[in-house]
Nanobody, 122 residues
Framework: QLQASGGGLVQSGGSLRLSCVAS????????MGWFRQAPGQDREFVAS????????LYDDSVKGRFTISRDNTKGTVYLQMSSLKVEDAAVYFC?????????????????WGQGTLVTVSS
């Protein structure tokens, strides 16, 4: 139900845009989020957006560099990543929240995509 794409290899300081296509039936009234997981690390919250895009949340580590957005007509949520750092390298997962308003906890999310790999070289 969730298909993430857009990952790849980028140099430090570069940019990438991730996309996540969701079933409109399951996502148009739900908040959406992005998480990431580096090797040997727990999956961590990156950003989330409310059902109508009016409210967003960011982890402090990405605030000012990443922007989450959504287009409900396309059933798609985006994560624009700029000024990438080596420590941003991870598998990025999109997820559909249980409610219309977003949260930071993994338990706030019901459906998960398969992940897309972001590699950042120094």
């Amino acid at each position: 139900q969730l298909q993430a794409s857009g990952g790849g290899l980028v140099q430090s300081g570069g940019s990438l845009r991730l996309s996540c296509v969701a079933s409109r039936r399951t996502s148009s009234n739900n908040a959406m989020g992005w998480f990431r997981q580096a090797p040997g690390q727990d999956r961590e919250f990156v950003a989330s957006i409310s059902w109508n895009g009016a409210s967003t949340l960011y982890d402090d580590s990405v605030k000012g560099r990443f922007t989450i957005s959504r287009d409900n007509t396309k059933g798609t949520v985006y994560l624009q990543m700029s000024s990438l750092k080596v420590e941003d390298a991870a598998v990025y997962f999109c997820a559909t929240a249980r409610s219309s308003y977003s949260g930071r906890r993994r338990s706030d999310y019901l459906y998960w995509g398969q992940g897309t790999l972001v590699t950042v070289s120094s």
